[in-house]
Nanobody, 117 residues
Framework: QVQLVESGGGLVQPGGSLRLSCASSASIFSLDTVGWYRQAPGKQRELVASITKGVILDYADFVKGRFTLSRDAPTNTINLQLNNLKPEDTAVYYC???????????WGQGIPVTVSS
């Protein structure tokens, strides 16, 4: 079982920035896909950004140019830099990973991000 623990969320004004971090209990290189999803109130959970097998990087259209996904091998963390935040980015953000072959999904507990003036 892989544990994912998120940190770094909170309240920020429109146009501001946050950095979300996800600490994995397993080596991030042992996981097929790592990334972030989000779920706004009343909406379905949606992909924000992910990287698969360390090569295929995927961003949702609504965050391109504003959010950046990165991995830090020594600390086994998956980071999401959020810039130029908008009120519509308000959501609970979830760290996500899959086992080799994608057979098992792992989720963090979620961390809220609120963008408001």
């Amino acid at each position: 079982q892989v544990q994912l623990v998120e940190s770094g969320g909170g309240l920020v004004q429109p146009g501001g920035s946050l950095r979300l971090s996800c600490a994995s209990s397993a080596s991030i290189f042992s996981l097929d896909t790592v990334g972030w999803y989000r779920q706004a109130p009343g909406k379905q959970r949606e992909l924000v950004a992910s990287i698969t097998k360390g090569v295929i990087l995927d961003y949702a259209d609504f965050v391109k140019g504003r959010f950046t996904l990165s991995r830090d091998a020594p600390t086994n963390t998956i980071n999401l830099q959020l810039n130029n935040l908008k009120p519509e980015d308000t959501a609970v953000y979830y760290c996500h990973a899959t086992s080799p072959g994608g057979r098992i999904d792992y989720w963090g507990q979620g961390i809220p991000v609120t963008v408001s003036s």
